[in-house]
């Protein structure tokens, strides 16, 4: 059963750094694109960074030059890292999973499977 757990998130003061994680199972890293989301309150999910099943990566407009997405494929994971963040930054993060298109959809709907999501909170 293919599966998606995140964790990470947490209460950071603005400027701070933190990094997620996204651990899968039921498949490998090399098989399906992995995406990172995050919905704020009242907001729409939005995309924030992707790496292709080839290794290629993806940036909101947003994050660019503050987050870095990367993997560890022998340990079927995904990292965001976080640095320089901002109180607009506050969501829920989830990690998501699209296959078996070797590309960046960056689009909640195209997703395939799901994980449940870790809160970071920017705030002083």
């Known amino acids: 059963q293919l599966q998606l757990v995140e964790s990470g998130g947490g209460l950071v003061q603005p400027g701070g750094s933190l990094r997620l994680s996204c651990v899968v199972s039921?498949?490998?890293?090399?098989?399906?694109?992995i995406h990172w989301f995050r919905q704020a309150p009242g907001k729409e999910r939005e995309g924030v960074s992707c790496?292709?099943?080839?290794?290629?990566?993806k940036y909101a407009d947003s994050v660019k030059g503050r987050f870095t997405i990367s993997r560890d494929n022998a340990k079927n994971t995904v990292y965001l890292q976080m640095n320089s963040l901002k109180p607009e930054d506050t969501a829920v993060y989830y990690c998501?999973?699209?296959?078996?298109?070797?590309?960046?959809?960056?689009?909640?709907?195209?997703?395939?499977?799901w994980g449940k999501g870790t809160l970071v909170t920017v705030s002083s």
């Open positions: 998501a999973a699209i296959g078996p298109q070797n590309m960046c959809v960056m689009t909640p709907g195209n997703m395939d499977y």
């Open positions: 790496i292709t099943r080839g290794g290629s990566t």
């Open positions: 039921g498949f490998t890293l090399t098989s399906y694109s």
